[in-house]
């Protein structure tokens, strides 16, 4: 079974920085596009970054500018590195990967990050 397994999320304050780790685990041949979502309380779920597999980026409004995303392709691992967060930054950070085969998009099941002000 295909599962994303997210980590390095928690209780901050502005200004600082976390970094969130996710991993693919599983019999897997391969990632696609791989992502990270945002959802605070109450709001819809949206994207803060994107990768695809050759490490084209996309940053969503919210994340462009102080957080960077990266992979490591040989591992299946995702990370997103913010600096300088905010108060507006708290909510669930879920991970998004594309994966070949069967799994297809696969979520996994989301960390939260809290940034006090």
């Known amino acids: 079974q295909v599962q994303l397994v997210e980590s390095g999320g928690g209780l901050v304050q502005a200004g600082e920085s976390l970094r969130l780790s996710c991993a693919a685990s599983?019999?897997?041949?391969?990632?696609?596009?791989m992502a990270w979502y945002r959802q605070a309380p109450g709001k819809q779920r949206h994207l803060v970054a994107s990768i695809s597999r050759g490490g084209i980026l996309n940053y969503g409004d919210s994340g462009e500018g102080r957080f960077t995303i990266s992979r490591d392709n040989t591992i299946n691992a995702v990370y997103l590195r913010m600096n300088s967060l905010k108060p507006e930054d708290t909510g669930v950070y879920y991970c998004?990967?594309?994966?070949?085969?069967?799994?297809?998009?696969?979520w996994g099941q989301g960390t939260q990050v809290t940034v006090s002000s």
């Open positions: 998004y990967a594309d994966i070949m085969g069967e799994a297809g998009e696969t």
């Open positions: 599983g019999n897997i041949f391969g990632v696609y596009d």
